[in-house]
């Protein structure tokens, strides 16, 4: 089996009206107007592979990445480095998992290999340790009003938490006592302020006014991450637990070597490539942290991808950010991800276990090229 070309869409999938922010806080989403690109791997037998980019990935790394693997076997290709030529490598060469359009030229090579070998992903990156994968609503700026409706739909959903994107100068308090008043202190919120809670002062006064509703789960990235002092006293102070979103197993190290080696988080939130994700992923587990699965609100194959690989993490035992298809207008896959009772089933079906919608791709395509 040879790669024989890489088919190219570039979409623009727009987010659903009101279901991110409300109109008060931000008119527009603004980032569900960047660019993704839907790729398909082909090769000389019936099999194919897909995959998907993040925001804004520029085209030329998409193009480089199918000239890396254009004419090669990809039975033969080394999944958790799928650029890498062993020949070609310094013997005290660590470093694996990088390149032109990694994430999503893994996805589509892993997929591709698979459907060929009968196999669902999860198994390829050392195999499912659950059989469902737990998953929380998810908002953006949103009113106390609107919040509360935010969760009514997510309690019909079935799901039992949500985390939320906010900022120090919206009405917290109240925002979270809505959100308590419809679903109750067992409903609980994830608090991302993407750092915009400023100072460690403010964090920590805000957390003793959240700490009477009882629904807060945990504060994500409550100030700027260089800020490791500020994580020290915020860590020392809140009354529940301290998260950092973090990309790499280096950031997670530092996180736990602050503070004389207490550390400063009590969980992570990581991302990566499906291998990069076990391979951060175990770097908290030695530390024994539990973790969860971010996302970029992205599309069908991406979030699917995220499942196979928090399925096989044995620490990824919090809920997950498999969000764009209740964001977006669509999600470009045939059949949605499932979302039963707060979780997410583990794919078993051969490869991702998803499959394009062209009908979908062909409204909201605005550029395709095929590289060969």
């Not at 999600?331 to 499932?338: A, K, Q, S, Y």
Request: net charge negative.
């Amino acid at each position: 089996m040879k790669i024989t070309a890489v088919s190219v869409w570039t979409v623009v999938v727009p987010t659903i009206p009101g279901r991110v922010h409300s109109p008060e806080y931000a008119e527009k989403t603004g980032w569900d107007e960047v660019p993704k690109h839907i790729i398909r791997v082909d090769t000389d037998t019936e099999h194919a592979g897909i995959g998907e980019t993040g925001r804004g990935l520029p085209i030329e790394q998409v193009r480089e990445g199918a000239r890396l693997l254009i004419g090669r076997d990809p039975e033969e290709i080394t999944p958790q480095d799928i650029f890498g030529r062993r020949a070609e490598r310094a013997a005290d060469d660590i470093t694996v998992g990088t390149g032109p359009a990694y994430d999503a030229y893994e996805m589509a090579v892993l997929d591709l290999v698979g459907r060929a070998r009968g196999l669902p992903v999860h198994t390829l990156l050392g195999g499912a340790v659950r059989d469902r994968v737990r998953a929380d609503y998810w908002m953006g700026h949103q009113t106390p009003e609107d919040g509360a409706r935010a969760v009514e739909r997510g309690l019909r959903l079935g799901f039992t938490g949500v985390k939320i994107k906010c900022r120090l100068e919206e009405p917290m308090y109240e925002r979270l006592k809505a959100m308590r008043d419809v679903a109750g202190p067992g409903f609980k919120v994830t608090v991302d302020p993407n750092e915009r809670f400023y100072t460690a002062a403010q964090a920590i006064e805000l957390a003793g006014r959240l700490e009477t509703l009882g629904n807060v789960e945990v504060f994500e990235d409550p100030i700027p991450k260089t800020d490791i002092a500020g994580y020290e006293e915020i860590h020392r102070a809140i009354p529940f637990p301290l998260a950092m979103h973090l990309g790499n197993g280096e950031g997670v190290v530092r996180a736990l070597q602050a503070d004389g080696g207490r550390g400063v988080v009590d969980c992570v939130n990581l991302g990566g490539s499906m291998f990069g994700f076990q391979r951060n992923a175990a770097v908290a587990a030695a530390a024994g942290l539990p973790c969860w699965h971010g996302s970029g609100n992205d599309l069908g194959i991406s979030d699917t991808s995220f499942v196979h690989a928090a399925a096989a993490a044995p620490n990824c035992t919090m809920a997950s950010d498999f969000v764009g298809s209740w964001t977006r207008e669509d999600d470009l896959i045939v059949e949605p991800i499932p979302f039963v009772d707060g979780h997410v089933p583990t794919p078993m079906k051969p490869g991702l276990g998803c499959d394009l919608d062209y009908d979908a791709l062909q409204r909201y395509t605005q550029e395709y090229e095929e590289l060969s």
